[in-house]
């Protein structure tokens, strides 16, 4: 069973609804250097000061600005910056946005929920974890006692659950309400009233929790739980959302694969070794975008670099022995698109061990397939690109159901859940 409790949240003290756009950041594993130095440039206490502190020279190690984060949370807290509500209440997060032309809104539902084992099949993980960012990640939990983002988890809906988020919405309190810069409209609302959160409880109670991103968090919760011992520490921070939203969108992040040294073969020859070409043309936005757009059919979509060319390609009889060969996870497993690549491209045909040395350092990520096209056509510094379909919810979920979990970033939920709405403190 899934236990979701009210929780008395920690938010910032707006003067105005808009003020949040100046305090809120994307989750900390989205923020790179740049993004970093422009949300610390937002406002003093934006957010991403607490998430992503900014490494200083002095520091003797990565926890330091772990440290520095926590004696700011406190200090914005003793300030009055940050204020506790006044009694315990869910939270309703509203996002609105547009994707291929089409407006549309997702509606979750902010609550605590209990940490619990995998194996228990409550909250179930759909992709595998590294061990760097737990570590860095206890850290930040170690020196905040704090959940200071969210868990992004997708409820299983019988046909109730998305009417109840949607008849709750209108009965929360507006607390704040801001558009981002990259068009999401970001809406966070307050629910007290004692009969609808126990109602929202009680349907979400007997459904399995899929996490959708916050893989790294989730699991290093549940081990400072275990490490704390303290009652607050058993329960994360999560926006649930159900799995009928009509908002939730999943995308693909492309692969843009760099020149490998010594590597002499024509990337058109390299490919037909284990792949048929179904089609070939000239390069362009359009066609990859089309691809992208276009119903789920086995194929992939190649990028030449050096031709500037696109082929459409799938498995040949001798990939298709390289797949089981290579795999020993079901075939719906290896013929995920990321699984092909990986295991066709990556490790057979440039013999890549799939490691996370070579799937960060050696393969780049991109969710926009004009970038994709200019970044990698013509240059030198790539061998090639993979344009990939966005998987649905519904392969997610059978990947999961047959205890398999899904490989590393192959699902790009958007828009992503931003820090700085509300914060749980794991205090009695």
């Keep these: 069973m899934a236990e979701i409790r009210p929780f008395t949240g920690y938010r910032y003290a707006l003067n105005a609804p808009a003020d949040l756009g100046r305090i809120i950041a994307p989750p900390y594993d ?21 998430i992503q502190n900014k490494k200083e020279p002095a520091d003797a190690g990565n926890a330091d600005r772990h440290r520095r984060a926590a004696a700011l949370f406190e200090q914005w807290i003793r300030d009055g910056a940050i204020v506790r509500d006044a009694q315990p209440a869910l939270y309703v997060y509203r996002q609105e946005f547009i994707v291929d032309g089409s407006r549309r809104a997702r509606t979750g539902i902010i609550a605590r929920v209990k940490l619990v084992d995998f194996s228990e099949g409550v ?19 170690q020196a905040i006692n704090a959940n200071t ?16 988020i949607a008849d ?47 893989h790294h968090r989730y699991e290093t919760a549940l081990a400072y739980a275990r490490e704390n011992g303290a009652p607050a520490a058993a329960f994360v921070m999560m ?10 969108v999943i995308r693909p992040f492309h692969r843009m694969v760099r020149a490998q040294p010594g590597m002499a073969t024509p990337a058109r020859e390299l490919v037909a070794r284990l792949f048929t070409i179904l089609r070939e043309e000239p390069a362009s936005a359009d066609a990859a975008r089309g691809f992208v757009q276009s119903p789920e059919d086995g194929s992939l979509l190649f990028l030449d670099a050096a031709a500037s060319r696109l082929y459409r390609i799938s498995p040949n009889a001798q990939g298709e022995a390289a797949l089981k060969r290579e795999s020993t996870l079901s075939d719906a497993w290896n013929h995920l698109n990321v699984s092909t690549v990986n295991l066709l491209f990556v490790k057979t045909l440039l013999g890549l061990p799939l490691n996370g040395e070579t799937l960060h350092d050696q393969i780049a990520y991109e969710q926009d397939a004009a970038t994709v096209i200019n970044t990698v056509a013509g240059s030198g510094d790539f061998t090639g690109a993979f344009f990939l379909r966005p998987v649905t919810i519904q392969t997610i979920r059978a ?30």
């Design 30 to 50: 989205m923020l790179g250097g740049d993004a970093i130095d422009r949300y610390y440039a937002r406002d003093p206490r934006n957010v991403v000061r607490i």
């Design 123 to 141: 909250v179930l993980p759909h992709e595998n974890t590294l061990s760097a960012p737990k570590v860095d990640r206890m850290q930040h939990m």
């Design 149 to 164: 983002e969210q868990i992004f988890g997708i409820v299983q809906d019988g046909g109730d659950l998305y009417p109840a």
């Design 168 to 214: 709750a919405a209108p009965r929360a309190e507006a607390l704040g309400e801001c558009v981002d810069e990259f068009g999401v409209t970001h809406r966070l609302m307050r629910l007290s009233d004692a009969n609808i959160i126990t109602k929202l409880q009680q349907i979400i109670a007997p459904r399995a929790i899929l996490i959708a991103d916050g």
């Design 239 to 248: 926006t649930m959302v159900s799995m009928t939203d009509p908002g939730l």
């Design 399 to 428: 990947i999961v159901a047959a205890g398999e979990r899904m490989p590393q970033k192959s699902t790009n939920f958007f828009p992503k859940i931003w820090s700085g709405l509300v914060f749980n403190r794991l205090e009695p």
